[in-house]
């Protein structure tokens, strides 16, 4: 598999937000198999500018989606944890994230401009969910979410599955 899935949760929005948990998942687009998974939680006194927009936005997600986050003993620093993700994400791999200016660019700014994967290698979510609008297929509709919303890894293998649906849509047999 060549293909990873990344999912981030932060306490802002800007490019040095504060990042609160990594998740990703291998996946192969052409098949929805989902391989390898990646989810460490992240010190957020270790990295990040903290919003406070996000925070209150953070207050009024469920009781599983906040209890990730706190009193936990999970969370590691952020240095440890990218050098753990570097690890995991190999060199040539395409790196989706949700929106061209969020996950991807987040990290990236973590790991000071260079990411384990080459720049040209990363990919959009939201550009395949559009491109699945216009075919007639909409994930919000169309997949139910399985896990805890907001988990890093839970979204990343929920987004895996149906940008993977919509890829074999686009790429199937054709009139």
Known sequence: MNHIMLDIETMGTSSNAAIMSIGACYFEPSTGEIGNTFHEQVDISSNGVIDASTVIWWMKQDDDARSKF????????????????????????????????????????????????????????????????????????????????????ADSIHQAKYVSAIWQMLTGPHL
């Open 70 to 153: 706190y009193n936990n003993g999970k969370a590691e620093p952020l240095e440890h944890v990218l050098a753990m993700f570097a690890d995991f994400a190999k060199p040539n791999c395409q790196v989706w994230g949700n929106g061209i200016a969020f996950d991807n660019v987040i990290i990236r700014t973590a790991y000071r401009g260079y990411a384990p994967w080459e720049f040209w290698n990363d990919r959009d979510v939201r550009t395949m969910v559009e491109l699945g609008r216009v075919i007639g297929v909409d994930p919000k509709r169309d997949f139910p979410f399985e896990g805890v919303k907001h988990d890093a890894l």
